[in-house]
């Protein structure tokens, strides 16, 4: 009987070593600390400051005048790529003053000016910003398509140009993916009062708003 005794405890010692010696397997432990989210910028710069403080202004216009009234250069500052959206808010035609002249040439409306539907303008991308019409350039048409150079162009092609009227209230959206901490390019816009234009147009004025915007 002692020795059965003794057996049992010789079995349970050994049983207990057993059972330490898999809790004793070898273990390593890691932690990933400090884990954050943070989240991208999407900002749009146009011109040389941030917000845009600049305005087209352009004053004593006679027919056969064309020129650029502003090059402002449409950057990326973010930190993620956006669609870039262009967008002409509603024309404001002014009479200002009618004068004689304008009555002379049919001009009865003291309230509305004509300005509007006699100068023309194109609104256009200069994406390598090299100041001349060219490869990879756009232009925005007032139906609100974008048309992008074609190896023919000479110039800045006519069909850029619309009367400033035929802008009211138009969006083109998405008419360029702008990379992060990109230019865009230079947006110009070009004007051009007719040479055939009549005296109904003397003092009249036309004011309207541009918009840029960048959309994920």
């Given at each position: 009987?002692?020795?059965?005794?003794i057996?049992?405890?010789?079995?349970?010692?050994?049983?207990?070593?057993?059972?330490t010696?898999?809790?004793?397997?070898f273990?390593?432990?890691?932690?990933a600390?400090?884990?954050t989210?943070?989240?991208?910028t999407?900002?749009l710069?146009?011109?040389?400051?941030?917000?845009?403080?600049?305005?087209?202004?352009?004053?004593n216009?006679?027919?056969g005048?064309?020129?650029?009234?502003?090059?402002?250069?449409?950057k990326?500052?973010?930190?993620i790529?956006?669609?870039?959206?262009?967008?002409?808010?509603?024309?404001?035609?002014?009479?200002?003053?009618?004068?004689?002249?304008?009555a002379?040439?049919?001009?009865v409306?003291?309230?509305?000016?004509?300005?509007?539907?006699?100068?023309?303008?194109?609104?256009w991308m200069?994406?390598?910003k090299d100041?001349?019409?060219?490869?990879?350039?756009?232009y925005?048409?007032s139906n609100?398509?974008k048309?992008v150079?074609?190896?023919?162009?000479?110039?800045l092609?006519?069909?850029?140009?619309?009367?400033?009227?035929?802008?009211?209230?138009?969006?083109?959206?998405g008419?360029q993916?702008?990379?992060?901490?990109?230019d865009?390019?230079?947006f110009?816009?070009?004007?051009?009062?007719p040479g055939?234009?009549?005296?109904?147009?003397?003092?009249?004025g036309?004011?309207?708003n541009?918009?840029?915007s960048?959309?994920?």
């Amino acid at each position: 009987m002692k020795n059965i005794i003794i057996s049992l405890m010789i079995i349970a010692a050994v049983a207990t070593l057993i059972g330490t010696g898999i809790a004793a397997n070898f273990s390593d432990t890691e932690s990933a600390t400090g884990n954050t989210f943070t989240a991208g910028t999407l900002n749009l710069k146009v011109g040389a400051l941030d917000p845009c403080t600049e305005a087209i202004s352009v004053s004593n216009l006679k027919p056969g005048d064309t020129d650029t009234a502003a090059t402002w250069l449409a950057k990326n500052t973010g930190t993620i790529a956006g669609d870039l959206t262009v967008a002409v808010g509603a024309i404001t035609n002014d009479e200002n003053t009618l004068y004689e002249v304008e009555a002379d040439a049919g001009d009865v409306t003291e309230n509305t000016g004509e300005l509007g539907a006699n100068l023309k303008i194109a609104f256009w991308m200069d994406v390598d910003k090299d100041n001349a019409w060219s490869s990879g350039d756009y232009y925005l048409k007032s139906n609100q398509s974008k048309v992008v150079w074609d190896d023919e162009d000479v110039g800045l092609p006519a069909a850029a140009y619309d009367i400033v009227n035929n802008y009211d209230s138009k969006t083109w959206t998405g008419v360029q993916n702008v990379a992060a901490t990109t230019d865009a390019g230079k947006f110009r816009t070009e004007y051009d009062l007719p040479g055939a234009t009549g005296n109904t147009v003397q003092s009249d004025g036309c004011e309207f708003n541009i918009t840029f915007s960048l959309n994920q």
